[in-house]
């Protein structure tokens, strides 16, 4: 149980540091340029696992399971999310006939 750590520590820390923030990059460039909702949402999704991948590796260098505790509570968050988000984006879908989000303003009052 212990090799688990050691084998995470054989990569170098920078890389997992720069692995994650080109995948969290990645995510906002995401949500900031595309309209399509799903893809803004699975950017979001991806955004979240950057910051997973990156508490997970610190703290395995650190030898310290709070980290990895905390990605579990992010995972669960981030299930619920997909639920509601998806229930959302199926009702916009519904009523508009679309997922771009430039469209959604007809949802205004």
Not at 79 to 84: L, N, P, R, W
Not at 92 to 101: A, E, F, L, M, P
Request: glycine share 4%; proline share 3%.
């Amino acid at each position: 149980m212990n090799q688990i750590p050691e084998i995470i520590r054989t990569i170098p820390l920078e890389y997992y540091l720069f692995f994650s923030t080109a995948l969290f990059v990645i995510g906002i460039v995401g949500v900031l340029i595309r309209r399509n909702a799903i893809i803004i949402f699975m950017c979001v999704e991806l955004m979240l696992n950057a910051v997973n991948i990156l508490l997970t590796a610190l703290s395995a260098y650190r030898s310290d399971p709070n980290g990895q505790v905390f990605v579990f509570f992010i995972m669960a968050v981030a299930a619920a999310e997909v639920c509601v988000g998806l229930a959302i984006i199926v009702m916009i879908y519904r009523n508009v006939r679309s997922t771009d989000v430039q469209l959604l303003n007809r949802l205004k009052w």
